[in-house]
Nanobody, 119 residues
């Protein structure tokens, strides 16, 4: 059973910074990607940033240059450094961990952490 624990969500003013953390434990498989998605009520969940086990990162265009995704050396914790936050960044942020065993791939979600940016 994979356990995902997120932290770091908070309320900040526009222009502020936050750092989200997500730690995955209990996976017996190979983690090949970790990342962050966000969702506003009534809208679809969207990819914010993901990073592969090889260090390749992808970002949604709206956060490029402001957000940075990284992992720890063990590849079990993923961070999202969010700078110059804007009100439109307000959402519930979900951690996603993907692992695989052979040809079988699995995705695991965290419970979500609220980020609120006020103008």
């Amino acid at each position: 059973q994979v356990r995902i624990v997120e932290s770091g969500g908070a309320s900040v003013q526009s222009g502020g910074s936050l750092r989200l953390s997500c730690t995955a434990s209990g996976s017996a498989f190979v983690i090949y990607e970790m990342g962050w998605y966000r969702q506003v009520p009534g809208q679809q969940r969207e990819l914010v940033a993901v990073v592969s086990s090889g260090g390749l990162a992808r970002y949604v265009d709206s956060v490029k240059g402001r957000f940075t995704i990284s992992t720890d050396s063990a590849g079990r914790t993923v961070f999202l450094q969010m700078n110059t936050l804007k009100p439109e960044d307000t959402a519930i942020y979900y951690c996603n961990v993907r692992d695989r065993l052979g040809d079988d791939e699995y995705g695991h979600w965290g419970q979500g952490t609220q980020v609120t940016v006020s103008s």
